[in-house]
């Protein structure tokens, strides 16, 4: 009895080990003007690609304007940093928090202010790096600019200045047209991407947030660049892993079977489309669908009783029909084209297709969503009457459809 206490102790203890052996450990540190004793700087997990989150841990300022996080980790790591304050609100901004990648034995610093914690600068383990800390500080200082504007629309809206909060807002939106420095934050990490071929936590990271839309034939290109150790590594797995899903559903390819719930309650699937060309259009609140959603509704027009069928799928129709109850006669979107922002809504709410929400009792939508990688709007997969995948991306396999079909039907 005593050598099965003593093994079974002996046992623990390896295992213990074991564990605080795989376990990495890093620190975060930071200098950040005006946020004080109380704050709470809180850490969230991001699993990728869905961008899915989970808390993580938080940090509790204890002085004024500095803040010191020692903790563990099971391995490399995504972050999202979200501030809060111990009285009054974070500042307004375009961004949900602060991102960051750690690997284990980092030391990662934060400099900046509160004003603008999310734009922040980062140091210490990959960001040590003189040519990502080029990048990453043109895009934060870019980006700090078009999220005064967001605070701009804020105060203007609390003032009861709606024609400020509208400039503000056409500014907003329009930030990053003909901007050189947008242009310049491009070239940058052209720069450091080219630079590192052979791939890093944070190419990555950056990598696997857009695969799902990244041609099959590009992601073989950069997987054949990356090293033995790049590919071994935590997101290296998750990157071929998720290389493989998206090779399953590329062009030419068949389109996997599917079903959806439509919402006056009928059910469609793959099968019910044969001979047919079918889009699947992903929309929603974005000024993507806002802007698209028209051409969408006019290439069905036009192309319906040639055997072109549209099906729909969108978070919330509720969401929409909220949304077009608030919004006045007559207000317009210019930067997005758009005269009568409340007829646009009315054309979404009453699509000549029917539509799939995702928010409901029914699992086999959001299969759907699934299957497809649908990540974002607007999204549109085209199948062809054979059950080929022929087009699949955000709004460029709209043109290709159309191309697709001016082709075989004609202008």
């Given at each position: 009895m005593k050598k099965a206490?003593?093994?079974?102790?002996?046992?623990?203890?390896?295992?213990?080990?074991?564990?605080q052996a795989r376990e990495q450990r890093f620190t975060i540190s930071g200098k950040i003007d005006g946020i004080v004793k109380g704050d709470t700087l809180r850490?969230?997990?991001?699993?990728?690609?869905?961008?899915?989150?989970?808390?993580?841990?938080?940090?509790?300022?204890?002085?004024?304007?500095?803040?010191?996080?020692?903790?563990?980790?099971?391995?490399?790591?995504?972050?999202?940093?979200?501030?809060?304050?111990?009285?009054?609100a974070a500042p307004v901004c375009d961004r949900m928090g602060k991102t960051l990648v750690i690997a284990g034995g980092d030391h990662i610093t934060m400099d900046g202010t509160r004003e603008n914690i999310y734009y922040c600068t980062l140091g210490g383990g990959i960001y040590k790096d003189p040519a990502l800390s080029s990048y990453l500080f043109a895009s934060d200082s870019l980006d700090s600019i078009r999220g005064s504007y967001a605070r701009k629309i804020e105060e203007a809206n609390a003032a009861g200045d709606h024609e400020t909060a509208a400039m503000y807002g056409e500014k907003f939106n329009t930030f990053y047209n003909g901007n050189p420095g947008a242009e310049r934050v491009s070239k940058l990490r052209k720069e450091y991407f080219d630079a590192n071929t052979e791939g890093n936590i944070f190419t990555l990271v950056e990598y696997i947030q857009s695969m799902d839309y990244t041609p099959i034939e590009t992601l073989k290109k950069q997987s054949d660049g990356f090293s033995r150790e790049t590919m071994d590594s935590w997101y290296g797995k998750v990157y071929e892993k998720r290389m493989n899903a998206v090779e399953a559903i590329s062009i030419g390819n068949q389109a996997p079977d599917f079903t959806l719930t439509m919402t006056d309650g009928s059910t469609v699937s793959k099968d019910g489309f044969s001979g047919k060309y079918l889009l699947i259009y992903h929309w929603g609140m974005c000024p993507g669908s806002l802007s698209i959603d028209r051409y969408v509704q006019d290439l069905f027009s036009k192309y319906r009783d040639r055997g072109l069928e549209v099906i729909g799928i969108t978070e919330?129709?509720?969401?929409?029909?909220?949304?077009?109850?608030?919004?006045?006669?007559?207000?317009?979107?210019?930067?997005?084209?758009?005269?009568?922002?409340?007829?646009?809504?009315?054309?979404?709410?009453?699509?000549?297709?029917?539509?799939?929400?995702?928010?409901?009792?029914?699992?086999?939508?959001?299969?759907?969503?699934?299957?497809?990688l649908i990540s974002g709007w607007p999204f549109f997969v085209f199948i062809g009457p054979d059950g080929k995948i022929l087009a699949r991306d955000y709004s460029e396999a709209f043109y290709q459809a159309k191309q697709i079909l001016e082709e075989k039907f004609g202008e």
């Open positions: 206490l003593i093994l079974a102790a002996f046992l623990a203890a390896a295992a213990s080990q074991g564990l850490f969230e997990r991001i699993t990728l690609p869905g961008w899915d989150s989970e808390p993580a841990f938080d940090v509790v300022v204890e002085k004024d304007g500095v803040f010191k996080f020692k903790g563990t980790q099971e391995h490399d790591q995504f972050y999202l940093m979200e501030y809060f304050p111990a009285d009054g919330s129709m509720q969401e929409i029909r909220d949304i077009w109850e608030k919004t006045k006669e007559g207000s317009s979107i210019p930067s997005l084209g758009i005269d009568d922002f409340k007829a646009t809504l009315d054309g979404m709410l009453n699509h000549p297709w029917p539509d799939a929400e995702l928010e409901t009792d029914h699992p086999e939508n959001k299969q759907v969503s699934d299957i497809f």
